[in-house]
């Protein structure tokens, strides 16, 4: 019934920038948080950030903060993940998702319940 589409990965330079779109179909977003997370190849997937569906209200983890923006257009239901000054690092196959974290587990990846596909960024160096 609820559906995560992502777009816009790709190959980026170094200290590039890429744009990362959601797009939540199927109905209107029903949960409070979408979030933001990676996932490199022999590793954990690790928390990005994540934004408030109602207020708007971000955060975002300390490994991307001043360099990732994350925004929604509710109006379109449709989140996005704005990656600057991209490093080799970044490289990874990176998912939004839908869920209901408290405060406390806003950075794990059990307190949300629809996931997008993912979509593949690679930082070339």
């Known amino acids: 019934q609820v559906q995560l589409v992502e777009s816009g990965g790709g190959l980026v330079q170094a200290g590039g920038f890429l744009r990362v779109s959601c797009v939540v179909s199927?109905?209107?977003?029903?949960?409070?948080?979408m979030g933001w997370f990676r996932q490199a190849p022999g590793k954990e997937r690790e928390f990005v950030g994540a934004i408030n569906w109602r207020s708007s209200s971000t955060y975002s983890s300390d490994s991307v903060k001043g360099r990732f923006t994350i925004s929604r257009d509710a109006a379109k239901n449709t989140g996005y993940l704005q990656m600057n000054s991209l490093k080799a690092e970044d490289t990874a196959v990176y998912y939004c998702?839908?869920?209901?974290?408290?405060?406390?587990?806003?950075?794990?990846?059990?307190?949300?319940?629809?996931w997008g596909q993912g979509t593949q960024v690679t930082v070339s160096s």
């Open positions: 998702a839908a869920g209901n974290p408290s405060g406390s587990t806003l950075t794990k990846i059990h307190a949300y319940d629809y």
């Open positions: 199927g109905r209107t977003f029903s949960r409070n948080v």
